[in-house]
């Protein structure tokens, strides 16, 4: 594929109209390329993940295979693929193989309506950067993200192991708790936007206007704070990962619900979807609240920043930043608990996402100007995180309290263990049998019958 291929297009945002005219072989190019870049992403994720993390904690991580240790995943990958495969005795066989394929298989397809740019040509056909949109796309990636599940839970109920079965049950309870949270965080976006397409969600996103001369904000990252906020926590427990990451649960499960798959292809399968959703929930994010592949100020003031193929590097730029993110708090919090997994996605998330929904859905249904109404959904949103931010200080004193409390209940009862007259009440001596542990005869104290 030479250069003089690639001719630059207009630059023109694509619409729901601009998708399903691609020849056959275009549409083959961009799924191989989503596939491609998936895969390369994967071994190019899990290498910038060791190497961060090993800088965070002063060290080198990989440095021997290859160029800065770039070989590294490579020769891992190789290793999973040619290593033996063990099945165990007791397993489900078809339940156990299907297991890793149903997790896979989704997190590769939710990619196909995330767009990278805008409309371009390519040898003399012009189409969208982007391999298809529907009026429902991001209903895709709910749904694809749902699918996942089942390989999860398959894979714990297949390897027929106590520990497996346990992560299979806590991802089953997990995804239905910040899976709904995540879907009323996007419920902001449609009201605002007034579509569920992802390429008239990035088209709407392109000027924000202006208050006063004042410009203001385009990315619904800054609008809608509070949703985009709660949507960067749900993706954290919708892809497993720290500290989320309780059906692995090393120190209480083994591993979870892969405990029972050897080192082998089947292993890497779960590997591959793991980073392949953190990719996806990272490209939707983008989408959603950080401008899709449009260029960042002071960048967008550059006229041909989001003409041709240049917002492709945008995209790629933001993507890198936000799985730096996600390998950031990997680095910097510890698990939580499972009950305080639940009771935030319950009691936390899903209520303040209802307010914010309603709030929103007012502001909306109100006639007012585009300018002002984005003022005020600017200062809404801060009160919103605000009170949000108020609550975790309170939550955070009370929980020190509580703590304070159930040491000194335990201090005490360590005191009445030690002496038990200490309280005040006088405890009498208990005229019981007597028990010798070698033969187990009984001795009766004297004046009993």
Known sequence: MTPQAFVLADGANPTLADFGKDPLWLSIIKAVFIFVFLMLGVLFGVWFERKLISRMQHRYGPNRAGKFGLLQTVADGLKMGLKEDILPRTVDKVVYILAPIIIAVPAFLSYSIIPFGPMVSIFGVRTPLQLTDLPVAVLVVLAMASIGVYGI?????????????????????????????????????????????????VAKQASGGDWHGIPLPSWYAILLIPSFLIYVITMLGETNRVPFDLPEGEGELVGGFHTEYSSSLKFAMFMLAEY??????????????????????????????????????????????????????????????????????????????????????????????????????????????????IYFRFDTVNQRRREAKAAQVEAEFEQLRAEPTAGGFPVPALDLPHYHGVNGRKEVPSGTN
């Open 153 to 201: 839970v398959l894979a714990g109920w297949g390897s027929r192991s106590p520990y497996a079965v346990l992560g299979g049950l806590r991802s089953t309870a997990q995804v239905i708790s910040y899976e709904i949270a995540m879907g009323l965080s996007f419920v902001a976006v449609f009201l605002f936007a007034g579509t569920l397409s992802t390429s008239e969600i």
């Open 276 to 389: 392949a959703n953190v990719l996806t929930v990272s490209g939707l994010c983008i989408t959603l609240f950080l401008g899709g592949w449009r260029a960042p100020w002071p960048i967008s003031l550059w006229d041909g920043a989001n003409t041709g193929w240049w917002p492709m590097l945008w995209f790629f730029i933001k993507l890198v930043l936000a799985f730096a993110f996600f390998i950031w708090v990997r680095a910097s919090l510890p698990r939580i608990r499972y009950d305080q997994l639940m009771a935030f996605g319950w009691k936390v998330l899903i209520p303040l996402n209802l307010a914010w929904i309603l709030l929103v859905a007012t502001v909306r249904a109100t006639r007012i100007a585009g300018e002002q109404r984005s003022l005020v959904m600017i200062i809404a949103a801060v009160v919103v995180v605000g009170v949000l931010a």
